[in-house]
């Protein structure tokens, strides 16, 4: 079992920035890929960024590429989200997730934590 809290999320004007945390606990946290999801109101989850094991690849949704950046450490048992140029349709709860491959499919991730809110005004 691997236990997920997501934090660093908050309130901003667009055009601000927010980092968003994710630390692991549990079982080791280098075999498992990592994403984020946001789910904003009335709409399903959607993917954002997910990364592999060693941080060495990464992919993005489209409406966020060039905006925000998925890292990780390894060492920390942490995966990150910097997220800059945000947008009032940034607007969401957002979900960090572990699995075994790096997709963009909810169902490719076998753990999941509770969600940090992201809220951006215009």
């Known amino acids: 079992q691997v236990h997920l809290v997501e934090s660093g999320g908050g309130s901003v004007q667009a055009g601000g920035s927010l980092r968003l945390s994710c630390a692991a606990s549990?079982?080791?946290?280098?075999?498992?890929?990592m994403g984020w999801f946001r789910q904003a109101p009335g709409k399903e989850r959607e993917f954002v960024a997910a990364i592999n094991q060693s941080g060495g690849s990464a992919v993005y949704a489209d409406s966020v590429k060039g905006r925000f950046t998925i890292s990780r450490d390894n060492a920390k048992n942490t995966v990150y989200l910097q997220m800059n140029s945000l947008k009032p349709e940034d607007t969401a709860v957002y979900y960090c997730?572990?699995?075994?491959?790096?997709?963009?499919?909810?169902?490719?991730?076998?753990?999941w934590g509770q969600g940090t809110q992201v809220t951006v005004s215009s």
């Open positions: 549990g079982r080791s946290f280098s075999p498992y890929a």
């Open positions: 997730a572990a699995g075994f491959v790096a997709t963009t499919q909810r169902d490719g991730y076998n753990y």
